[in-house]
Structures are given as C-alpha cells and as structure tokens.
DNA sequence: ACGGTGACTGACCGGATAGTCATTAATCCA
DNA sequence: TGGATTAATGACTATCCGGTCAGTCACCGT
C-alpha cells in the first residue's frame, strides 16, 4: 500500500532484501539488544532501533520475543557465564601454588569481562532497581558463584601457608571489585579519558597490588 | 536559603496545605530528583514523581526548572565533592606517613560514597552515554581530580621510599576501583545480597589489602 | 510455473508522560 | 481588611513508543 511499497530502491542500504531466516533471527536480536540495552538502558532503548541494527523491521521482533521485557530478559541470559565453571574446575584440580590460580583466574574474568559482559554488567547494575527479579537471578547465578570461587582460592592459598590470613569473605569483594568496576568504567565514563589507560597495564598492576598484598612474609608478618 | 537546609522540615507532610516557598522548592525538587533519578534512571523517571516527593505537584517542578534534563543535570552538579579539595589541601600540608595519609584519604571517599554520592555515581555511569556532555563534564571535575590527588600520594610515597615502585597512574586506578563499585553495587545488586558485608568489614579489608600491597619491604621510615 | 505456507512488514492504535497554561489562593503591604 | 502580586495547581495537549495485525512476498513442493 502507501508509497512504494514495491519499488525497487526502498532504502538507502544496498542491503539484502526481505529475506527469510527464521533460525537466525532470535541470535541476531539479542545480540543487537544487548548493544542497544548497554548503550541507552532499558526505558531508553527503543525496540524499532533494535530490529533494525538486527536488520528486521519491528514487527519481527515481536514474532520471536513477547515483548520488550523479555527481550531484556534473553538479552541478560544470553551473555552468562560458563567461564565460572571452568575455574570452580581448576580450582578443584589445581596442583600448583595458589598466587599461579589466582592470576589464571583472575586472567579468565578478566577476558569475559572484556567482552561485551562488561556492558551487560552496566546494563543489569543500572537496572537492578526496576528489575528485582532479574536482579536476584543475576546476583545468584553468576555474583554470588564468582564470589564462592574466589572464597575457596582465598583459603586454599592460606590453608597451604602461602597467602597470609585475611578476612576471606570480605577479601573476596574486595578483590573482585576492581575488574567490575573497570568493567563498567570502560562502557561509561571510561571514553572520556583522554589517554585511556591500557587494559594491560591497567590488570598488570592490579595483579601485582593483590599479590603484593597477599603474599605471606617469610617469616613473621609485620603489625600494622 | 537557610530553611530547612536538609531533612528536618516537615517531608511526609499530611497535612500541609499548598504553601509559598520559593527560596526551598529547588533544593527540594533536586533532592527529590537524586532519589527518584539514581533508583530508576533518568528515561524511567518520572517528573510527576519527583514532584509529589518534593511535596509539590508537576506544574511547580517546571516553575523552577525548564525540563526533565535541566533537573538531572542540576541534581548531578549538586553533590559535586568540595570533599576532594579538602583531600588537596591534606597532600599539601601532611607532615606524617605517606601511609597515613592514603587512609585519612581513602576514609574520606568511604564516607562521602556512602552518602547520596553512590546513587549519584551509579547514575552518571549508567547514563553517560546519553549525556555526554554531562558525563564528560563530571569526568573532568570529579574522577579526573579524584585521580590526579591519588597519584599525588602515591608519588609521595613512593619518593620519600614508604611504598615500593609501582605504575603510579595505573594504581591510582586500582586502587580507586573497589571504593566506586561497592559505591554502585551498595546501590543496586548488593540489596540482594543475603547477609550484607558490612561496609565496615569491607573497608577494613580494603585498606588492608592496599597497604600491605604497597608499603615497601624494609620500612626505614618511622616518621614523626 | 504456480499455488500454498508462513516469515516478514509497517501503518496504526492506545496508553503513558513531558511540558503548558488558565485558574486558584497564599502572602504582602497600604 | 482588601487589593495586588505571584507561587502553586492540575486539567489539558502533543508526542512518543510499545504492541498489533491485515497484508505482502520469499521460498518450497509439486
């Protein structure tokens, strides 16, 4: 009906034309729902500009999600974590000293969050408040688990002699909060620094500041 | 001015009666918008909302302010930290240890943090990308400050051999990192935390991590 | 090549809310 | 006390966007 509903040219992209792929479509949705939930917020996204970075109009996106809820939703799920599983395993299996697990550890996060998680981070910390649900889902699956395996490597290295005794549960906040927060920083107000620190020499010390401040004396340790 | 400069007046107010109240309205409306702006984020916010908190109705909030973005952007300048001037002055002046020092700085971030400035910082990260200019600005005045004052003592430190060599601008990073996310986390994900970590094992741990990851070995320091 | 299926489209609807303004009434002052 | 001033109100308008669905056309089987 109404203009040009037929004519060739229609859009300014040389982009392919209607096509059906009804696989690909849920993939390429919430892929461009994270992007575009990252970027503005869940109020502030608009779904129409997230079917069209997914190349769709908008009336598909509701053939494959409810609604807008929802899509947030399998957006968030998407993106978790099986990383986490990986060290709960090393840790199990892990022969070596304890700082050597901490840095391959700390190392695996370090690349998850580097990827687009660190924008779903923002993403459900900003919401949290408005999606309680979701919050607590979030919190358990994947804050409250990383926290459980940096607990465990915490213990094993004072267990074996080689970290000195610390406050375990709060020391284990205390070290996972620089990578989230750098995680988020670089989604948010991170872009306007100037020269941006690297990410390298950013983990390099901060590797270094917790091994530093882990590591046991030889001997006595002094009071401070 | 002076009225009421914070909470004592009367806030759930049942039944006060529309009264003329030009000098407290502003103070009151921005208030109101910190609250409503940093639990929903600013697109979920609603101005109506805002506007009962502060006691008053819509029409009033846009007798003080011409729309929805001056109200955020004078809700964020607001809380703007004179706190860092205060730590300036410190780096200055200080006679004492370097590490003495960082703690009476680190100390004073924890308490301005705990304030409303949590809610603030999550706010400003979640939205930066929508509001460039304000990010920008807050960026400039507020992080880059906050940094520039923890490279200071650092340098100091390091100078006068009470910490060991480190990356200076990095691990004025990392070290800024765990007081700003438990800052946003306190703020969203951390209300679903079962038994909350007390703030005041978390900071305790904290300072204890950083300086024992930083003092140098052989502290032939004592000063006065 | 052609007809049927269903993936895809986009105009449209309705609810929500940012922003306006005529009206109301609190306070001042002569 | 009464009239002038203006802070405060809330009904109203305009707009935006989530969600719908009648219609279109890509693909497949025959």
Redesign the interface.
């Known amino acids: 009906m109404g203009v040009a509903s037929s004519t060739a040219a229609a859009e300014p992209a040389p982009a392919q034309a209607r096509r059906r792929r009804k696989a690909a479509r849920p993939a390429e949705l919430i892929d461009a729902a994270i992007e575009v939930f990252a ?6 996204a608009r779904i129409e500009e997230v079917a069209n970075r997914a190349g769709v109009s908008k009336g598909t996106a509701y053939l494959y999600f409810p609604n807008k809820e929802a899509l947030f939703k399998a957006a968030v799920q998407e993106v978790v974590v099986t990383r986490i599983a990986l060290g709960e395993r090393d840790v199990e299996e892990w022969q070596g000293a304890s700082a050597e697990l901490l840095r391959r550890i700390l190392d695996q996060w370090a690349q998850v969050i580097r990827s687009r998680q660190g924008g779903l981070l ?1 993403l ?7 999606f ?1 649900d979701l ?2 889902w ?3 699956e994947v ?2 688990r990383g926290q459980r395996l940096m607990r465990a490597v915490l213990s094993r290295g004072m267990a074996r002699g080689e970290f ?1 005794p ?2 375990v ?3 284990a ?3 996972a ?2 990578m ?3 995680a ?2 670089s989604h ?2 991170g ?3 100037t020269p941006q ?1 690297s990410e390298e ?2 983990y ?3 590797f ?7 590591l046991a004396e030889h001997p006595a340790t ?1 009071e ?1």
Chains 1, 2 share one sequence.
Do not use: Q
Request: net charge negative.
């Open positions: 970027e503005k917020g869940f109020a502030a923002k459900i910390v900003a919401e949290a408040r408005n309680p919050a607590a979030y919190h358990e804050a409250e000195r610390v406050d549960e709060a020391m906040h205390v070290i909060c620089p989230a927060f750098r988020i920083w948010s107000l872009r306007y620094e620190l020499r950013f390099a010390t901060y270094d500041l917790v091994l530093a401040g882990l002094t401070m």
